[in-house]
C-alpha cells in the first residue's frame, strides 16, 4: 500500500505492522546491492527520508526510527522502516505497544485476520496522506 513516492523511491506500509507506521523504503529500479546506487538516487533517498521522517512525527509521535536493510529475502534495494514508541500509543481506536522497546524489534508484526488487517492499513494509510 503505497504511501508517498519520489522519482526514485516509493514508501509504502508493511502488510504486517511491526510497530504502528511500519513500512518499506524500495528503489523503484532493479538494483540489488546499495553500492549500485546512482548520485541522484542518494540525493532524492534523503529528500523522502525527510517525508517520511516529519510525516511519521506529526502522526504518531515515534521517539526512534530504525531503518534495516536486511535485503535477505528480496534482493532488491530497500529499508525496512520501524518507528519506536517508548510508550503505547492510541491510534484508530486501537492499543498499539512497541513490545520489545528499546530491543530490535519483532518484524513479524501484528497478526490480524485478513478483513481487519486490510482495513486497518488502510486507516493508517489515511492518517499518514493526511499530514
Not at 100 to 110: A, E, F, K, R
Request: hydrophobic share 40%; aromatic share 10%; glycine share 4%.
Amino acid at each position: 500500500m503505497t504511501i508517498f513516492e519520489t522519482e526514485y523511491w516509493i514508501w509504502s506500509l508493511r502488510p504486517h505492522q511491526a510497530t504502528v507506521g511500519a513500512g518499506v523504503l524500495s528503489l523503484k529500479r532493479e538494483c540489488v546491492t546499495f553500492g549500485e546506487l546512482k548520485q541522484e538516487e542518494f540525493t532524492d533517498l534523503s529528500n523522502i527520508i525527510k517525508v517520511i521522517e516529519n510525516t511519521l512525527e506529526l502522526t504518531f509521535g515515534y521517539n526512534v526510527i530504525n531503518y534495516l536493510m536486511l535485503m535477505m529475502v528480496d534482493k532488491h534495494v530497500h529499508y525496512h522502516i520501524i518507528p519506536r514508541y517508548e510508550k503505547e500509543i492510541e491510534v484508530i481506536g486501537e492499543i498499539w505497544r512497541d513490545l520489545t522497546w528499546p530491543n530490535l524489534p519483532i518484524l513479524s508484526g501484528v497478526e490480524l485476520d485478513k478483513i481487519r488487517s486490510e482495513d486497518l492499513l488502510r486507516l493508517i494509510k489515511e492518517n499518514l496522506q493526511d499530514e
